[in-house]
């Protein structure tokens, strides 16, 4: 799949909340509906106000996932359900990791599949949170990766 990283767009922005609400719905079984939906409100106030939000785009200029970043820091990688398992999460990760050599992030003890991809990009655990940013207990992982 042809894939192609660019700044995002604010007509970009709808469709990077669809994204996010289906990749959570396919991985997050750990949360109920109404948890989704009361993260989603956030992520909506979230997105428009990351300072290196980049976006996956296909050969037809649709999104396909989207990252934002920090100095290094990730707070979202999301891929389209119907986009993973084509390097679509591998091409956003490593154009950050162009600028950003080291790179640090969270990703949920439930979420055993973004854990293996993560370890497979040479990510390794660095700590542990019993409680998301928002309080939840929902446990965090601290994963970091090093210049290489």
Do not use: C
Request: proline fraction near 5%; aromatic fraction near 8%.
């Amino acid at each position: 799949m042809a894939v192609r990283i660019r700044g995002v767009r604010d007509e970009d922005l709808t469709s990077l909340l669809l994204i996010w609400r289906a990749a959570v719905e396919a991985s997050h079984e750990f949360l109920t509906s109404e948890d989704i939906d009361w993260y989603e409100k956030l992520v909506a106030g979230y997105l428009p106000q990351m300072g290196d939000l980049r976006v996956a785009v296909d050969a037809d200029d649709a999104p396909l996932g989207f990252i934002a970043q920090d100095a290094g820091e990730i707070h979202m990688l999301f891929v389209s359900p119907n986009a993973q398992g084509r390097g679509v999460g591998s091409a956003l990760l490593e154009h950050v990791g162009q600028d950003q050599p080291a790179l640090r992030l969270d990703v949920n003890e439930q979420n055993p599949a973004a854990l293996a991809f993560y370890t497979a990009k040479g990510f390794t655990q660095v700590g542990r949170s019993e409680l998301d940013g928002q309080g939840s207990p929902f446990p965090l992982l601290h994963l970091a990766r090093d210049a290489s």
